[in-house]
């Protein structure tokens, strides 16, 4: 076998074990020690097995149950992962770090978890001989087959090994009828400790390994693993963030874009995706029957400067993007200023911020999209609407250009928007979800060649015999 065991039986010298520990081989051990060696310098999952029956065989039968373990060795992390399942009933686990010359408790009675253990079974505080300052951030992540736990270090390269005790006072909430994958870039005390948190909780517990870009069995309550497999895990697929994108609606006052902003919002969210609204109008006061302004918001805008308003919005859309936590952000951007056209310096400051734009507007719609491209020429937009109080509604899918009606806001609190009217929300949703967004030229081409098919439909309709 390539994996070489050294046990130490508590109240024995350490023996061999001191090239694995590091300490005088004469040195009494009051705890349990099992160090070992991989021959040839590197193992394969395979090999698992045979390391099992090993440890049950010539490893458990000569530890003192009553006393706390030390594991010490070069490996991999699953290898760590299930020599501690193996030992998990011992009244303490401890991970040796020869920077400690102690071991780090990953597994026992309140108060000891964290702490430092030495060979003479005294418990200490485990104080790394250099500041480290990092935090543990553990992710659980749930896919159909399969949850993972992504664990990483943040904040500073090193953590001590007291983050454990802040993390005995949370819950993992694992669902049992799933394996689960530990994952990370994490030091070996952590990942033990991950392990025997995880292992009983789960139809299977693997490690994930990216030499061998999938995970391995290292424990499982389910004939469909087998300990040492290697199951494919595609890592960077569950751990994606949502690729949050930012729409803002534009266009001149009382022309119904917070009406439509809704009605976008609800037709994204029929079709799946998860959204939110932000206010963007930063001089028009917040309108009673806004549904994303209630009354607090109102007295908190009452209070704010212009300025501390602009900074408000600026900084809930970068949050809201930056948290991939919902598809899309809905912004109401505010109509122009009379004198200061109608891309003034906050809307610029705002506009700069989205990735796409919906103008829906009664009237100078070449105008809005003029002066974004002289002032936000990297805004992209999803369609341009006339917005009339009556008619029919429709929506020219090649054009991205088309006509809302009733964009009223008691037709919308009484659920009497016109069906054409939600139907071409619908379209509009098609295409904020299709992320296939025009550029300001090409939206100024194409919107234009829209006004002409209408106009010259128009006039045929017209001199159409009655």
């Known amino acids: 076998m390539n994996v070489e065991f050294c046990v130490v039986r508590a109240g024995e010298h350490v023996g061999a074990c001191h090239r694995v520990l590091g300490v005088p081989a004469d040195a009494k051990a009051e705890v349990n020690v099992v160090a070992w060696n991989i021959k040839t310098g590197v193992m394969s999952p395979g090999e698992l097995g045979e390391v099992e029956e090993a440890v049950r065989r010539e490893v458990l039968p000569k530890l003192d149950t009553t006393k706390p373990v030390v594991l010490s060795g070069r490996g991999p992390l699953w290898l760590y992962a299930q020599l501690a399942h193996h030992v998990h ?21 309140a108060g000891y978890v964290g702490r430092a253990l030495g060979l003479d079974a005294s418990v200490s505080e485990a104080k790394l001989p250099f500041e480290a300052k990092g935090e543990v951030s553990a992710r659980l992540v749930e896919s ?17 090994p007291r ?33 025997l948190k995880l292992v009983h909780k789960a139809k299977a517990l693997l490690v994930y390994d990216p030499r061998l870009v999938g995970a391995v069995v290292v424990a ?10 290697v199951v494919e895990a595609d890592v960077e697929q569950l751990l994606r963030k949502k690729e949050t994108a930012v729409i803002g609606v534009v266009g001149h006052p009382n022309s119904g874009k917070s009406v439509f902003l809704h009605l976008l919002s609800a ?23 806004s549904l994303h302004a209630p009354e607090v918001r109102k007295e908190l805008k009452k209070e704010m400067s212009p300025e501390e308003r602009l900074n408000w919005v600026v900084e809930s859309l970068e949050r809201a993007r930056s948290s991939g936590a919902v598809d899309f952000v809905l912004v109401d951007v505010g109509g122009g200023k009379p004198g200061e056209g109608l891309v003034t310096r906050e809307n610029a400051a705002i506009l700069s911020r989205v990735d796409a734009v919906v103008v829906v ?3 100078g719609w070449l105008d809005w999209l003029r002066e974004m491209k002289l002032y936000t020429p990297n805004v992209k937009v999803v369609a341009v609407l006339e917005s009339k109080l ?77």
Not at 144 to 160: I, M, R, S, T, Y
Not at 272 to 280: L, N, P, R, S, V
Request: hydrophobic letters at 40%.
């Open 361 to 363: 507007s009664r009237e």
């Open 163 to 195: 983050v454990l005790e802040r993390l005995e006072r949370e819950e993992l909430k694992v669902k049992g009828d799933k394996p689960v994958i530990l994952e990370g870039a994490m030091p070996v005390w952590l990942a033990t400790y991950y392990a």
């Open 220 to 229: 499982t309550h389910s004939p469909e693993y087998k300990v040492g497999d």
């Open 267 to 289: 037709e994204l969210r029929r079709k799946g995706y998860t959204t939110i609204t932000q206010e963007g109008d930063l001089t028009a006061p917040t309108q009673e029957w």
């Open 390 to 466: 009556s008619g029919t509604a429709e929506y020219d899918d090649t054009a991205r250009a088309g006509v809302v009606v009733g964009l009223d806001r008691e037709l919308y609190r009484s659920g009497l928007i016109p069906h054409s009217t939600l139907a071409v929300a619908s379209s509009v949703a098609d295409a904020v979800a299709s992320k296939r967004y025009l550029s300001l030229d090409e939206s100024i081409a194409s919107y234009t060649a829209y006004r002409a098919r209408r106009k010259a439909r128009e006039e045929e309709q017209n001199l159409a015999p009655a």
């Open 89 to 109: 009933f011992l009244p303490a686990v401890a991970v040796w770090d020869p920077r400690l010359a102690r071991g780090v408790v990953v597994s026992g009675p």
């Open 144 to 160: 159909p087959d399969v949850q993972l736990l992504h664990v990483e270090v943040v904040g500073d390269k090193f953590a001590e």
